[in-house]
């Protein structure tokens, strides 16, 4: 479980939303979302440690930073770094077996295995350059596989990729949940959240609402987030 006590997210002392209070469940899938700029990537980043908290506490069960997978957006990534696809998904059992400890039978049955699962196996001694966005995506969610990480954060996943690689990678996440995995996923897209992530976190700069994803929901009146008015006055800042 993570747990977050008034934990104030941002920059230099100065938070993107108020401070937040709550609790990622063991095996919860949770989208993260709201309007641009109110800090969903930012809490993501924060979770997973690339950033530091502001205030508050932000706690793992056990106090023990868990493994896990972190799959930040396409446009962080350096797409012209001369790799192959095989190579970059075995990167993901690089914090199992080690950089240099090689690949055993089964690391390379896993390999397969999520290549596979992501419809990549042809193209798997393709160069990753000459992959298109969506290809590109499914690579990334292969060596998130591999990694095996009981914890999984993903950044705008679905951002700028092919409907069908959409619903391949939603059966993903499906199945990372059937397996009890903790995933949490930063989405734009609310009829997306509306039918497959049973819970929400909805953050603005001026309150944050948190629970099951049809109530907190409820707080937009429109789907389409851009322009719909995303708060209401008086309303709690923190969320239990």
């Known amino acids: ?17 108020p401070p937040l209070s709550g609790h990622f469940a063991v095996g919860s899938l949770t989208a993260v979302v709201g309007v641009n700029g109110a800090g969903k990537s930012t809490l993501l980043k924060t979770v997973a440690g690339l950033l530091p908290l502001q205030g508050g506490s932000l706690r793992f069960s056990g ?36 950089m240099f400890g090689g690949l055993n039978k089964r690391a390379a049955r896993q390999i397969a295995e999520a290549l596979d699962a992501v ?15 969506g290809q590109l995506q499914r690579v990334l969610f292969a060596r998130l596989l591999v990694q095996q ?3 999984i954060l993903l950044d705008e996943p679905f ?16 199945r990372l949940h059937q397996q009890r995995k903790t995933v949490i996923a930063v989405l734009h897209d609310m009829s997306m959240v509306a039918n497959h992530f049973p819970q929400a976190l909805l953050l603005t700069p001026q ?17 389409n987030i851009a322009s719909a008015p995303l708060c209401r006055s008086g309303e709690r800042n923190d969320v239990a």
């Not at 934990?7 to 939303?17: D, Q, S």
């Not at 419809?119 to 990753?128: D, F, G, H, I």
């Not at 069908?164 to 499906?174: F, G, S, Y």
């Not at 309150?207 to 789907?223: D, F, M, Q, S, T």
């Open 159 to 174: 951002t700028g990729i092919d409907s069908a690689t959409i619903q391949l990678l939603l059966q993903v996440i499906d």
């Open 1 to 17: 479980m993570i747990t977050l006590q008034k934990a104030v997210v941002g920059y230099g002392g100065a938070p993107l939303f």
């Open 119 to 133: 419809s990549m196996t042809s193209m798997a001694r393709s160069p990753v350059g000459e992959l298109s966005g």
């Open 63 to 98: 106090n023990k930073l868990p493994r896990m997978a972190y799959l930040p957006q396409q446009a962080e990534l350096d797409r012209q770094f001369p790799i192959l696809v095989s190579d970059l998904v075995a990167m993901g059992s690089w914090p199992l077996s080690g």
């Open 207 to 223: 309150c944050c609402h948190w629970g099951a994803a049809e109530n907190v929901l409820e707080h937009i009146p429109a789907l």
């Open 149 to 151: 990480a009981p914890l």
